[in-house]
Nanobody, 114 residues
Framework: QVQLVESGGGLVQAGGSLRLSCAVS????????LGWYRQAPGKQRELVVG???????NYADSVKGRFTISRDNAKKTVYLQMNSLKPEDTAVYYCNRPYLLLPWGQGTQVTVSS
């Protein structure tokens, strides 16, 4: 059973930064594309950024220029550096593949106060 364990969320003021981590217990980590999703209260879960096994990235317009995804294949971990946070970034953040979803982790709450 593959496990996705997200961490690093918290409460931050607008304009602040957070770094999220997602540890993946999967031996084939390095060959998988991964992404960060978020779900705000009352809204559907959305994919905000993805990264291929080769390091190519794709960002949603809402986070482009503020968020940076990276991965460490040796540590089987994917990161999300979030800068210039806005109240509308408030959500539970999850990692998963952009396709052929794995079982969801518990997510990590990010709250941005104005």
């Amino acid at each position: 059973q593959v496990q996705l364990v997200e961490s690093g969320g918290g409460l931050v003021q607008a304009g602040g930064s957070l770094r999220l981590s997602c540890a993946v217990s999967r031996s084939t980590f390095s060959i998988n594309a991964l992404g960060w999703y978020r779900q705000a209260p009352g809204k559907q879960r959305e994919l905000v950024v993805g990264i291929t096994s080769g390091g190519n990235t794709n960002y949603a317009d809402s986070v482009k220029g503020r968020f940076t995804i990276s991965r460490d294949n040796a540590k089987k971990t994917v990161y999300l550096q979030m800068n210039s946070l806005k109240p509308e970034d408030t959500a539970v953040y999850y990692c998963n593949r952009p396709y052929l979803l794995l079982p969801w982790g518990q997510g990590t709450q990010v709250t941005v106060s104005s």
